[in-house]
Nanobody
């Protein structure tokens, strides 16, 4: 059983910053990926940034240069530092853990709301 708990969302003015956190607990494999997705109203869920347990990172074009993903493997926690926020960043941000042992398995958090005002 795996649980993911996100925190750090909120209301911020355009140009501001937020740090999102996602703490994973339970049966965590040593090889995995931690990923941030977001979903805005009326839109499909999209990948924002990912980081493998080996440190490989990937960012959506919209996040490059503004967002940074990093993780603390000892705490099984992934962070998303979001800077220079724009109103179009407004969405529910979800944390995803993907594990590969015994087949691909995905786990999701409950989401944290980020609202960027003009």
């Amino acid at each position: 059983q795996v649980q993911l708990v996100e925190s750090g969302g909120g209301l911020v003015q355009a140009g501001g910053s937020l740090r999102l956190s996602c703490a994973a607990s339970g049966s965590i494999d040593s090889i995995n990926s931690l990923v941030w997705y977001r979903q805005a109203p009326g839109k499909q869920r999209e990948l924002v940034a990912s980081m493998s347990s080996s440190g490989f990172t990937n960012y959506a074009d919209s996040a490059k240069g503004r967002f940074t993903i990093y993780r603390d493997n000892a705490k099984n926690t992934v962070y998303l530092q979001t800077n220079s926020l724009k109103p179009e960043d407004t969405a529910v941000y979800y944390c995803n853990l993907r594990q590969y042992k015994l087949g691909v398995r995905d786990y999701w958090g409950q989401g944290t709301q980020v609202t960027v005002s003009t």
